[in-house]
C-alpha cells in the first residue's frame, strides 16, 4: 500500500516518504543501545552501592561489637577494682578500729604525739577517758 518511488519521493536523507532503511534506525538503535547501557550501568551502580552499603554495616557492627567487648571487660575490671577496694577500706577501718581501741592504755601526752604525727585531730575529751596512766580518772 506504499507508493510507488519517485524522485519526488526521496526525503534529503535518502529515503522514500514511509519507508525506513537500516540507516534511518541509527537514531533508535543509538537510543536502544544508550537506553541499555544506562540501565546496565545504573544495574552496575545499584548492585555496588549495596555491596558498598553491606561493607558499611559490617565494619559498623564489628566495630560495635569490638567497642561492647571493651566496655564488658573495663566494667569487669572495674567491677573487680571496686571489690578490691572495699576490702582494703575494711582492712583500713579494722586498724582504726584497733587504733582507738588501744587509747584508754596510752597516756594522754603519748596519744597526743601519736596523733599530731598522724595527723589526727586531737579531740577535747583526752583527758576524760579512763587510763591507767591517768591517775585523776578513777576506772
Known amino acids: 500500500t506504499c507508493a510507488p518511488l519517485t524522485v519526488n519521493n526521496v526525503t534529503s536523507s535518502g529515503s522514500p516518504k514511509g519507508?525506513?532503511?537500516?540507516?534511518?534506525?541509527?537514531?533508535?538503535?543509538?537510543?536502544?543501545?544508550?537506553?541499555?547501557?544506562?540501565?546496565?550501568?545504573?544495574?552496575?551502580?545499584?548492585?555496588?552501592?549495596?555491596?558498598?552499603?553491606?561493607?558499611?554495616?559490617?565494619?559498623l557492627v564489628n566495630s560495635f561489637r569490638d567497642e561492647l567487648a571493651t566496655v564488658l571487660a573495663e566494667n569487669v575490671n572495674l567491677r573487680s577494682e571496686i571489690t578490691r577496694l572495699n576490702s582494703?577500706?575494711?582492712?583500713?577501718?579494722?586498724?582504726?578500729h584497733a587504733?582507738?581501741?588501744?587509747?584508754?592504755?596510752?597516756p594522754p601526752g603519748l596519744w597526743e604525739n601519736i596523733c599530731v604525727q598522724q595527723?589526727?585531730?586531737?579531740?577535747?575529751?583526752?583527758?576524760?577517758?579512763?587510763?591507767?596512766?591517768?591517775?585523776?580518772?578513777?576506772?
Open 99 to 106: 587504733f582507738f581501741a588501744i587509747r584508754p592504755f596510752v
Open 19 to 59: 519507508i525506513k532503511f537500516p540507516s534511518d534506525f541509527a537514531e533508535e538503535v543509538e537510543y536502544y543501545q544508550n537506553s541499555r547501557e544506562s540501565s546496565l550501568l545504573s544495574d552496575r551502580l545499584e548492585a555496588r552501592i549495596r555491596a558498598s552499603m553491606e561493607a558499611i554495616r559490617s565494619t
Open 88 to 96: 582494703e577500706l575494711t582492712l583500713i577501718r579494722s586498724y582504726q
Open 119 to 139: 595527723g589526727l585531730p586531737v579531740s577535747s575529751f583526752d583527758s576524760e577517758y579512763q587510763s591507767p596512766f591517768n591517775p585523776q580518772v578513777s576506772r
